[in-house]
């Protein structure tokens, strides 16, 4: 089976569209697992940038967690500091401009347990320590199923934290010290982050990856009911005016498509084509200035190139302003991470 490494990848060629329009990418990895439990186990800043100078304009990029390079010891609530550590010097070797024009993680976002409630907070001092100039957030993932396909094995799933005393408490630090905290959840608890995020207003909150659609397992073969779950739970979560959203993730293959199994990789026409849905339903729904697309790279990598990739955003969004689209491509990115490259 085909599992998107390069040389499949190739198979697929087109031109750039729209070479010059300056993008943001506001969610990528880097990671070093020396393992081949995943399909790329070393993508470091010579294999993202192979990719991100495909052909399109990404100006700068902001680097997500991904639970690589943690420290070897210390106390175990502070060892993720080690891969901020690890990222601002991937950062510092991009700004030197050997690697060319474009600035990796200009902005990087972290790891911190907000389950440690009021103790997150030295936590947090010791990761904006490990990256004083780019650090901007945290993510802590709160996917959760009842279904076994979709058990964690790495983080182990917990039911409800969003509604946790501990972890609301570990949030309002990450609030008062004007921290962004990165939501990855299931399009089931969108409703849970709603009443998060009601209860903490002046917290910064990205949601990640449209939502977390699923169409695999339990899900498979449900589309329309699927779609229009989701949809209600984009709806209201649309509603708070401090979640912004991000456009991708859909390469997953828990998303329930199977470009990644394809004997030839799919093109931007076809993929636009099956995005449109969900990601035109965001931005109708969040507005443009709420909204940004992003690779998740290399996890999206199974299922198309690069280059690929942002051709069919930048096919699905052509009937957008050009204010409107600068928004999707850079500008919303750009400002929720205080970026200024």
């Known amino acids: ?9 190739a198979l697929t060629q087109e031109p750039t569209l729209e070479p010059e329009l300056p993008i943001c990418d506001p969610h990528h990895h880097n990671w070093d697992f020396r393992t081949d439990r995943i399909p790329y186990h070393r993508y470091l800043l010579h294999e993202l940038v192979a990719d991100i100078h495909s052909g399109h304009n990404v100006r700068s990029t902001v680097f997500v967690e991904a639970g690589a390079m943690y420290r070897a010891d210390g106390p175990e609530e502070a060892r993720a500091v080690g891969e901020v550590e690890f990222v601002q010097g991937l950062a510092a070797a991009s700004a030197s401009g050997l690697y060319g024009s474009s600035r990796i993680a200009a902005g990087i976002v972290g790891r911190a347990n907000l389950n440690l409630g009021d103790r997150v907070e030295p936590v947090l001092e010791a990761l904006q320590a490990a990256s004083p100039n780019r650090f901007r957030g945290i ?3 709160v996917t959760w199923d009842p279904h076994p396909e979709f058990e964690n094995k790495v983080r182990p799933n917990i039911k409800g934290q969003l509604g946790s005393s501990s972890y609301r408490a570990g949030a309002r630090i990450l609030a008062r010290m004007g921290l962004t905290l990165e939501a990855w959840l ?3 608890q969108l409703p849970e982050l709603v009443d998060f995020a009601k209860a903490i207003p002046d917290l910064s909150i990205i949601l990640n990856h449209i939502g977390g659609v699923l169409g695999v397992g339990p899900y498979a073969n449900r589309k329309d009911e699927v779609l ?8 209201a979560v649309a509603e708070c005016p401090n979640i912004n959203v991000k456009l991708g993730g859909m390469g997953m293959p828990h998303v329930g498509f199977d470009w990644y199994m394809r004997e030839k990789p799919i093109g931007s026409e076809e993929l636009a084509e099956s995005m449109s849905p969900y990601m035109n339903y965001c931005i109708e729904t969040f507005g443009a200035d709420r ?10 990598k199974v299922s198309f190139s690069y280059n690929v990739m942002y051709n069919a955003f930048k096919r699905l969004s052509s009937g957008y302003s050009d204010s409107e689209r600068a928004a999707l491509f850079h500008d919303t990115a750009a400002r929720v991470y205080r970026l200024d490259v």
């Open 1 to 9: 089976m085909p599992f998107g490494d390069n040389n499949w990848l």
């Open 139 to 141: 993510r802590h993932s």
């Open 186 to 188: 299931y399009f089931p």
């Open 228 to 235: 229009a779950a989701w949809r209600n739970g984009i709806e």
């Open 291 to 300: 909204c940004m697309f992003e690779s998740n790279f290399p996890v999206d």
